[in-house]
Nanobody, 119 residues
Framework: QVQLVESGGGLVQAGGSLRLSCAAS????????MGWFRQAPGKDREIVGR????????YYGDSVKGRFTISRDNAKNTVSLQMNSLKPEDTAVYYC????????????WGQGTQVTVSS
């Protein structure tokens, strides 16, 4: 089992920045990849980005490319999401997730943290 806890959400004005963190515990050695997802009210959950646990390989959703950056600290078992140039449409609950292989689903999830961007 892997436990994930997000932190760092809050209220920010459009154009501002926020940094989210996700602390992993438990069987972290089994993790293949970690991802950030978000879900706005009335909308489907969408992927923000993901990062391989053993390399620096990253992927970003089209809506955040060039504005958001994912990084990891294996020694601290944390993954961060730096969000710059925030827009009101970035308002959502952000979730950290992990999966154990390239072919598995993201089956470990954090509780989510609210990000609200005011116009």
């Amino acid at each position: 089992q892997v436990q994930l806890v997000e932190s760092g959400g809050g209220l920010v004005q459009a154009g501002g920045s926020l940094r989210l963190s996700c602390a992993a515990s438990g069987r972290t050695f089994s993790m293949y990849e970690m991802g950030w997802f978000r879900q706005a009210p009335g909308k489907d959950r969408e992927i923000v980005g993901r990062i391989r646990w053993s390399s620096s390989s990253t992927y970003y959703g089209d809506s955040v490319k060039g504005r958001f950056t994912i990084s990891r600290d294996n020694a601290k078992n944390t993954v961060s999401l730096q969000m710059n140039s925030l827009k009101p449409e970035d308002t959502a609950v952000y979730y950290c997730a992990a999966r154990v292989s390239a072919t598995s689903t993201f089956n470990y999830w954090g509780q989510g943290t609210q990000v609200t961007v005011s116009s």
